[in-house]
């Protein structure tokens, strides 16, 4: 199944190119979840409502995806996570670069899993507004995925039971001094969508082919068969440090070919099973 939220608020599944409204459904589930819940209710409560929602789906009315607006895939994450260094090209271009000041690029082991603000979560429709213009700010493609049960201390055979489904991330960077996770933050920096795939749908997560343009030309175009960490290894570690809730969001790291973009560039980022998504880059200062 392939879920979504759009337009206003509204939660649909996508099936051959139309979303088939169910906020029904989400209306539902948010009047009868507890308020002290750790997560997202409709993500915490997809393995017993998924026949009703495709039920739904199936009768209710339809648009093309290329008429509605999408919005990340989750409403409420409790975190979002994102894997740095894991892919050994990305680093060595990262070591080469002159532009930024780098120093020292620890192994993911050592650095550990990083946290971006909830804040920062928007759809694809969104766009990303840059606010220093004058400062580098940089795509970084990756493939995300969602937890969909709760755990901690996951081992890894147990740790895909965990993940519900899978989207395209944009983890947006502005260059600086700052602490990674404040440069990282900003609105708009955490593109997730442009839906969720869940995970009965996806053969191998680390067998995902994605790619990433800029105004047509191709910058990033990689594999997840080319993670440091894969991905049960990722859920396994980050597990070990905190519990993780339905709805949680992982960024699994970024390949190379990050670059920067500017107001008024177009991002496309594409992949087989998890479908497309375009994205502008827009100004969050208009100058008067
Ligand atoms: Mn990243």
Known sequence: MKLCRYNDDRLG??????VHDITPVQDEIVASSRRAMHGDPVIAVLPQWRQRMEDMARRSGRVPISQVRFLSPVARPSKVMAAPVN???????MQNRKDINIKFLPN????GIFLKA?????GPSEGIPIRF???????EAEVVLIIGKAGSDITRERALDHVCGYCLGLDMTVRGSED???RKSMDGYSVVGPWMVTADEIDDPDQL?????VNGNVRQNSNTNDLIFDIRKLITFASQFYTLYPGDILYTGTPEGVGGVKAGDTILMRSEPLGEMTVDVRAHRIES
Do not use: Q, W
């Open 133 to 139: 213009p004058e400062r580098i700010t940089e795509h």
């Open 118 to 122: 909830n804040s920062s979560v928007v």
């Open 180 to 182: 990674r996770s404040f």
């Open 13 to 18: 599944v996508v099936i051959d190119g139309n």
């Open 108 to 111: 993911i082991g050592d650095a």
């Open 209 to 213: 082919p994605f790619m990433l343009s």
């Open 87 to 93: 892919y050994r090209k990305h680093i060595a271009e």
